[in-house]
């Protein structure tokens, strides 16, 4: 549901038309188009503010900026996780959906792609975050969710369930 509609009928273009980003597990960038084709990709329901955007987005990760012209193929991974992001950013979702952001990445790029969560997030965007990394998810949450074979086995406050002894031995590595 979303402001009480149900979407789960819905095609993707339509969710994206309601206000819903979404930046898949793995990027799944555009290879062989440049970072700016990229981000013009994103921005094709509302091409006429595609510029003004492209200028949030490139401040949010200026790295992009310096590889504008350059191809996703040939970005890193956290490159490619920032061009993910920015590219469903051109659409200025009210709702943006993560998964696993973190995968694959370096610690200090991980720290770089969660520093732009959360500033989109205290920014007023609402996230809604699937991430294995249950340390740095609980630190940025509101809410969590604990799922087993695709059931909620906890929930609650995060910062609840950070502090949780169940969920701190089986699935923060401890006490």
Known sequence: MLNGQSIAQ??????????????PEGRRVFAELTVRENLLMGAYLAPREAVGRMGDVLAIFPRLAERERQLAATLSGGEQQMLAIGRALMRKPALMVLDE????????????????????????????LAE????????????????E????????????????LRVREAYLGGV
Do not use: C, K, W
């Open 10 to 23: 819905l095609p993707p273009h339509r969710r994206a038309a309601l206000g819903i980003g979404y930046v």
């Open 101 to 128: 952001p973190s995968l694959g990445l370096s610690p200090v790029l991980v720290q770089v792609i969660y520093q732009a969560i959360g500033d989109l997030q205290r920014f007023g965007m609402a996230i809604l």
């Open 132 to 147: 294995q990394s249950a340390h740095i998810a609980l630190r940025l949450a509101d809410r969590a969710y604990v799922l």
């Open 149 to 164: 074979t695709g059931r909620i086995v906890v929930e609650g406050a995060a910062g609840t369930l950070l502090n949780d």
